[in-house]
C-alpha cells in the first residue's frame, strides 16, 4: 500500500506565502508524475501543477508565475510553493501521484493525500 500525506496548510493573509510538502510512503518502486490540485468550496475540484519524473512542469493558467512545484526523488516528495496568495486561492490542496509498486509490476496506480487546508484571508 502507498500513503500520502500532505503538510504545511494553514490560515495566510493575501500576498502571503506557504509551502505544501506531500511525502509518499509504502511499498514503492518509483514515482512518476505528481500533481497538486485543489477544491475550493462549492467547486470542482481543479488541477494545479504537474512535475514529470524527471522534472518537467505545468502549471494552470490562474496560478503561473505565484506557485512552484518541486520534488525531491530521494525522499518521494512533492512540494508546493504558493506566493502572492489571493482569497481565490482558498481551497483544500490534495497531491497525487503515480506509483509504480516493483520492479516486476509495470503499470502504475494514481494515489491520492487526504488533503491540506489553505485559508487566505486577512
Known amino acids: 500500500q502507498v500513503q500520502l500525506v500532505e503538510l504545511g496548510g494553514g490560515l495566510v493573509q493575501p500576498g502571503g506565502s506557504l509551502r505544501l510538502s506531500c511525502a509518499a510512503s509504502?511499498?514503492?518502486?518509483?514515482?512518476?508524475?505528481m500533481r497538486w490540485h485543489r477544491q475550493a468550496p462549492g467547486k470542482q475540484r481543479e488541477l494545479v501543477a504537474t512535475?514529470?519524473?524527471?522534472?518537467?512542469?505545468n502549471y494552470a493558467d490562474s496560478v503561473k508565475g505565484r506557485f512552484t512545484i518541486s520534488r525531491d526523488n530521494t525522499k518521494n516528495t512533492v512540494y508546493l510553493q504558493v506566493s502572492s496568495l489571493k482569497p481565490e486561492d482558498t481551497a483544500v490542496y490534495y497531491c497525487?501521484?503515480?506509483?509504480?509498486?516493483?520492479?516486476?509490476?509495470?503499470?502504475?496506480?494514481?494515489?491520492w493525500g487526504q488533503g491540506t487546508q489553505v485559508t487566505v484571508s486577512s
Open positions: 497525487n501521484a503515480d506509483v509504480q509498486l516493483s520492479a516486476a509490476y509495470t503499470s502504475r496506480q494514481t494515489y
Open positions: 509504502g511499498s514503492i518502486f518509483r514515482i512518476y508524475t
Open positions: 512535475i514529470t519524473g524527471s522534472g518537467s512542469t
